[in-house]
């Protein structure tokens, strides 16, 4: 990544995991392209919060949660957060 930064004379600190992260979620939820056109927005959003570390992470979470979302249908996730105890229970 060192050398990435220097080719592009940009020096920041790059939180590798968290980007990765992303991309993996992009890409296994979405689609393949998915995965460099996140990095890449988050990398914009990045930019455009002058790179606040705690505002990155939050907007990769918000990233990575609609992708892990993406293919839900409606009713999915309208009871993604049941407790399946509590909704047995309530069968019973």
């Given at each position: 990544m060192d050398e990435l930064c220097d080719v592009l004379d940009i020096e920041v600190e790059v939180d590798e995991?968290?980007?990765?992260d992303l991309a993996r979620d992009a890409a296994h939820n979405v689609e393949r392209p998915a995965?460099?056109?996140?990095a890449y927005l988050l990398g914009y959003a990045a930019a455009a919060s002058a790179g606040d570390p705690a505002e990155v992470e939050r907007l990769a979470g918000l990233a990575s949660a609609l992708a892990?979302?993406?293919?839900k249908s409606p009713e999915d996730l309208e009871h993604e957060d049941d407790?399946?105890?509590v909704e047995a229970q309530l069968v019973e």
């Open positions: 995991a968290l980007i990765l995965a460099p056109v996140s892990l979302r993406w293919d407790d399946e105890e």
